[in-house]
């Protein structure tokens, strides 16, 4: 700025004395001798001729300033933005911080009951709090064929309804998670779209887990003491009820199952209450333990006879790539006409599979009972091996209060199971197969609601397939799917509302794509 400042002046005296340099010996006017040496003229002009020349080197490093700064990105847009607030900033952070997928997918932590380690896109810092999001999207193609169907135009007999090959409708979740200096997490999600609600937004989980507690509260000795031995977790949340939750596709946060489809039977059910949780050591032996309780259905209910759902689990690593759990559930609502539990008659989020037999919320699936008067257990086995990984479970449902009366109440029985493997080629490629079984101890009779029979049934259904990451962020999954119901008597009711003594068979290829941060 001083070179110009400088060029401007000489520009502006050369200007003004002009007229006066003229290069002669001398000149006449008014009788005055006008002179000026050629000395000091070639001195202005060189002082002129070197200020130019500085311009015009100014000039180019001006014009290459600005040259780089249109093709350099703008930190805002793709690094960093910062607003400062006194001793709080606000920080947003680039993709390069996303994390991919298949790490994510099995990340340390995948199978405990927070969600921070499954979250790697940090959206903002304001002092001590961490805000993270995520967003899930899918969608899917299938073309499956069907047997022994009940003909859907009412005509009697057996048919082969061909279904027709398309898309299903996409789905989407929205995830929002705040940490507190690592001593509380507070998250909620929601369902964007999902089967049973496909155009309005569903809450799925809402809750506060507090892994210590902060401020003078905290500091307190025995409150101290309590919580370095425990975690609480508060809210409507994912009952913990067996491993295959973590397992399983959750509308559209899919890209832990390796598969499309989830089990036959899927328990899973949000509720309302709380669950206590064991610290990493904080018994004399190896195992961490669970005790919790829920108001035993998806919506509160404060009719007389409505009851809380108790449930517990234990897990522990009995070997280093070896981890084992044993879960039980309970809920008796047979006092009370409109409370149901959802563990295992229905969930939020609907099944994976579409247009089959009845097309309701969950087609294909074993959804037992009616929620009334429950007991529950299941036990789990995961081997989480390079390149392979195992898992299996085995549980038993019983209701023996279908139908919600105190007089002749009809109890339904299943035993189930599952398998499964993966194996890893690559970080990105894997191949998968997995069966799930589902054996009707006793079934609500045909002929009336109000009884039971033995039934020898069982319904099963492979799924051979595998995915792989298109991009960190990016999952493609296909499968195989065969599923056939045997051994039911025609004295037993339906199950899940299909006609299942009629043998009812589906198979087919389905795919998906899925996206998730």
Known sequence: MK???LFTAIVFTLGAISPALAVQDSKEDDGL????????????????????????QLKKEVDSLKQAQQKTPQPAAQEMAKTAEGSRSVEIFP???IKPGWERARGPGWMEQGRLEAKSVRIAHMSDIDLYMGLDTLGRVQAIVQDNVKDTVGADGISSRRLRSGFQTAYGNMSFLADFNKQMELYFDIFLADKPHQDRLQGDEGYMLIRELPGPVGDIPLVKMVFEKINVKAGQFETDFGDSHYRRSNNAAVQRNALVGNPIIDPRATEVGMEIYTDEGALPFPVGAMAGFGSGTDTGDFKKGHQYSLRGKLWGNPMEKL?????????DHSGNSSSFTNLFRANRSGGTFA?????????????????????ASQFDATWEGNP???????????????????????????????????????????AAARYSGASAGQLVSSASNTGSVQSDGMAHRIEVGGGYWLAKTLLLKAEYVYQIYKGFSSSGSQVSGVDAWRDPSFNGVITEVSFSF
Do not use: C
């Open 3 to 5: 070179r110009i400042t």
């Open 33 to 56: 001798n006008q002179y000026v040496p050629r000395s000091e003229y070639e001195q202005l002009k060189k002082m002129f001729e070197q200020q130019h020349e500085d311009y015009q």
């Open 95 to 97: 993709a390069s911080e």
């Open 323 to 331: 981890r084992t759990s044993a879960s039980v559930y309970q809920v």
């Open 355 to 375: 247009g089959l037999f009845d097309d309701g919320t969950s087609p294909g699936d074993i959804t037992p009972g009616q929620g009334k008067r429950v007991f």
């Open 388 to 430: 392979v990984e195992l898992y299996g479970n085995i549980g038993w449902f019983q209701d023996t209060d279908t139908n919600g009366i105190t007089v002749g109440t009809p109890t339904e029985s299943w035993l189930y199971y599952t398998g499964e493997a993966i194996y890893r080629f690559t970080p990105r490629l894997y």
